[in-house]
């Protein structure tokens, strides 16, 4: 089984900041995509931002000039910083690691909660 740990949830304040960071086997991480999904109360699991292997990025369009999503190879990390956070933006965040060798895989963290309220 694959772990996945994410750290930095909280509460904030809207236009608060906050990091999120998921350390995942580095095995596996090199050749992954890694990824952030969000699932707000009542709601669907939403993509947030991933990152390719190579560094390419993709973000929701809700979140676009506000999170920035990287990854640091030497610590078999990523990352996402929140700026300007508003109270929307609440939700469980999971990490992500999808890929293929030999077969497709797809894991998950376990969830950490971000709060935005005033």
């Known amino acids: 089984q694959v772990q996945l740990v994410e750290l930095g949830g909280g509460s904030v304040q809207p236009g608060g900041s906050l990091r999120l960071s998921c350390a995942a086997p580095?095995?596996?991480?090199?050749?992954?995509?890694m990824g952030w999904y969000r699932q707000a109360p009542g709601k669907q699991r939403e993509l947030v931002a991933a990152?390719?292997?190579?560094?390419?990025?993709n973000y929701a369009d809700s979140v676009k000039g506000r999170f920035t999503i990287s990854r640091d190879s030497a610590k078999n990390t990523v990352y996402l910083q929140m700026n300007s956070l508003k109270p929307e933006d609440t939700a469980v965040y999971y990490c992500?690691?999808?890929?293929?060798?030999?077969?497709?895989?797809?894991?998950w963290g376990q969830g950490t909660q971000v709060t935005v309220s005033s």
């Open positions: 992500n690691l999808k890929g293929r060798l030999l077969r497709e895989y797809d894991y």
């Open positions: 580095g095995s596996l991480f090199s050749i992954s995509t």
């Open positions: 990152i390719t292997r190579g560094g390419n990025t």
